[in-house]
T-cell receptor
Framework: DAKTTQPPSMDCAEGRAANLPCNHS???????VYWYRQIHSQGPQYIIH???NNETNEMASLIITEDRKSSTLILPHATLRDTAVYYC??????????????FGQGTILTVHP | EAQVTQNPRYLITVTGKKLTVTCSQN?????MSWYRQDPGLGLRQIYY???????DKGDVPEGYKVSRKEKRNFPLILESPSPNQTSLYFC????????????FGNGTRLTVT
């Protein structure tokens, strides 16, 4: 699976947009980008995923650059409950997809009042 | 309700006493995997399974065993637990193909004294 790089931490004011970047420069053409978050010691929670086009759901938006080498997760109106560790991963979408999978340490997002 | 169920949630044991942490999913997922999480080290994959009777090592397999005799279950076995295996463990499952998100269990906090 493609390696991802994320900043270790970010801050955001409550009510403002949180933009979390992820670099995945070794991504190949058929690999999806997935975002998860983990609050305290709970199991990671799926947020959103995409291949080429930008995606939006009730939780967030995902912007993928045209060359697909990086993406940004956007929480449009961050709340205190969005304080969590955010992981960007790229599992291999080929025949051996979701094999060995590396999560990395993610980005600790702190939303403050 | 679609879910991944881990048991037990908390376990305290002594060095050398064999233990099994169970993981079961009700979504007919082919792929299942185990992770451990330690402070400052993120989620590290222990073992994964692409389907019944197919298992492979992740990044930190030493000291662990797994089996996949049926699709829904993927137990993690510690034959001779040691204190360095004290950790928070997560099981996850998904469909293969890289186009579906991982579903995580609620975690098992293991303490080995």
């Amino acid at each position: 699976d493609a390696k991802t790089t994320q900043p270790p931490s970010m801050d955001c004011a409550e009510g403002r947009a949180a933009n979390l970047p992820c670099n995945h420069s070794t991504i190949s053409g058929n690999e999806y980008v997935y975002w998860y978050r983990q609050i305290h010691s709970q199991g990671p929670q799926y947020i959103i995923h995409g291949l080429k086009n930008n995606e939006t759901n009730e939780m967030a938006s995902l912007i993928i650059t045209e060359d697909r080498k990086s993406s940004t997760l956007i929480l449009p109106h961050a709340t205190l409950r969005d304080t969590a560790v955010y992981y960007c991963i790229v599992p291999n979408a080929g025949g051996t997809s979701y094999g060995k999978l590396t999560f990395g340490q993610g980005t600790i997002l702190t939303v403050h009042p | 309700e679609a879910q991944v169920t881990q048991n037990p949630r908390y376990l305290i044991t002594v060095t050398g006493k064999k233990l099994t942490v169970t993981c079961s999913q009700n979504m007919n997922h082919e792929y299942m995997s185990w992770y451990r999480q330690d402070p400052g080290l993120g989620l590290r994959q222990i073992y994964y399974s692409m389907n019944v009777e197919v298992t492979d090592k992740g990044d930190v397999p030493e000291g662990y065993k797994v089996s996949r005799k049926e699709k829904r279950n993927f137990p993690l076995i510690l034959e001779s637990p040691s204190p360095n295996q004290t950790s928070l463990y997560f099981c996850a499952s998904t469909l293969t193909g890289g186009r579906s998100p991982l579903h995580f269990g609620n975690g098992t906090r293991l303490t080995v004294t």
